[in-house]
Each structure stands twice: as C-alpha cells, then as structure tokens.
C-alpha cells in the first residue's frame, strides 16, 4: 500500500494506492504542520483516521507533502512521528511548495504560489525549486494567505474600520470578545489556523468594496515580495494553488495585469493533480 498526502496547516488530504497505484480511498485528517503541531499531537491526528490505522501493517511507502517540512529539524519530528505508526513504511516527506509544483506545472518550468493558511511562492526551473527567502510563518510574512486576512479583518473590525453591514454579520459568525481571541492567539496551539478561519468569512461577500479592496492589497504585498523579485517576464508561467486564489480570481489577474503579468492556472485542491504526477513519474 502507498500513502500520498498533502498536508497543510488546517487539513491534509491522503490517498491509498494499492501496489498497482490504483486508489482504494481517500481520508483527510486536520493539519500536520510539524513547526507549530507539537509530536504528541502529530501523532493524535494521525491515529484518530480509522482508514489509516487499519491498513497501518500494509503500507510499504509515505510521500507526504507538507506545510512547515521546509527545514530538517520539523521534517525529523513529523518522520519520527510517522515511523512510530507505519512502522514497514519507507516514509518521504517534502515540502508543500514541491507538491504545489508537482500538482500545477509538472515538470515545466513556472513561478508556482500557494495561498492557503499560509502563504508561499518559489521558481521551479524544470529540475530545481528556488525560493526568495525561507518562509518565516505567519507572524511575519505569509502575505495574501488565510491568516494574513483574518488578521486584517479582526484589525479593522476592532478599529471600527469594517463597514458596519459586514462588522455585524462579523458579529453573529464569530466570537470577538477580546479575551476570548487573545486566548487563542497567545495560549492557544495552531494561532494562523484560528486566524484563517476567519478568512473564510470574506467569501460571503466577494463583491463588496470592502472585501475587494482588502484582498487587493494582500494580492499586491504578495506580488511585491513573492513574485516580482524573480525577475521573471510575461512568458513565465504562473500557478496558484488554494482557495483564497480560486475565489477572488478575477482580482488576482487584475493585480498581476498589473505587472504586465498574467496568471496561467489556479489550482484549488491540489491532491488530484498530485495523484496524477505520481501515477506518471514515480516508481
């Protein structure tokens, strides 16, 4: 049995392959970011997918993909983690960027982004991904992700900078006493995965000004320190993968209209073009 997994910081989404990569079923458990998941928690959220754990004994291969597997130290934890459970198994774990890669371009050369939780881009030159920077995590960059946005909105509800129709839908969705944020952003595991969920809340009203102008903004910081910086012209191709850049489309093609840019394909979920890529080019 053969496990693929792309896994971000809110959910990953396995697949089972049977020894002739032909699927026998797909399960998704909650995010195995192992830079701010501590192991014990890892390894709850493994074993509480009764579909993993009963073909635990069976699996022969782990490609897991994922969100924070950027540095070794995490990669180590989530591997240990792993180990532990699939015992037979011979685990491979990247980073997502290389499954965004593999899920939107293949084995082309593009610029590829992800927009989801969190926020990242690199260049894949056919062979090798560059990247501007290592992602530092959602206190400091993730720009135009889930989590900047929650940000933002719970910033401009506060300052009484939402407009007041939104401010009280804002109201009734969510809990926005202060204490009770502060509690999940300061004492709280997974902070970008509480403030991403407020993100969701924009999706409701896409068409308003409000909305419009507070994701042009992180689509333009995004393009400012993520895209431009490759130095790359129009004929570069461009991927996104994530909802943020599948629901405000038509905003994200005006940003990078902008630049003299366009964008070349969206991809929301990307497990299935990832299905694929192994299906063709892995042994």
Known sequence: MILIADGGSTKADWIALDKNKNEVFRARTLGLNPAVVPAEELKNRIINMFQLINIKDEVEEIHFYGAGCGTPKPVQILHDVMKEIFTKADISIAEDMLAAVYAASGNDPAIVCILGTGSNSCYFNGTNIEMLA???????????????????????????????????????????????????????????????????????????????????????????????????????????????????????????????????????????????YHKQNIN
């Open 134 to 276: 290592a992602s530092l995590g959602y206190s400091i960059m993730d720009e135009a992700s889930g989590n900047y946005f929650g940000r933002l909105l719970i910033r401009d509800y506060y300052y009484k900078k939402m407009p007041k129709k939104i401010a009280q839908s804002f109201e009734s969705e969510f809990n926005l006493d202060a204490d009770y944020i502060k509690q999940h952003l300061y004492r709280e595991p997974n902070p970008n995965m509480y403030l991403a969920t407020f993100a969701k809340f924009m999706f409701e009203f896409k068409s308003e000004k409000y909305v419009k102008k507070l994701i042009r903004k992180g689509f333009q910081e995004f393009f400012k320190y993520r895209i431009l910086p490759y130095k790359k012209d129009s004929t570069t191709p461009i991927y996104f993968i994530g909802s943020i850049a599948f629901y405000f489309n038509d905003i994200l093609e005006k940003v990078a209209n902008k630049h003299g840019l366009s964008v070349t394909g969206i991809v929301q979920r990307p497990i299935d073009n990832l299905l694929e």
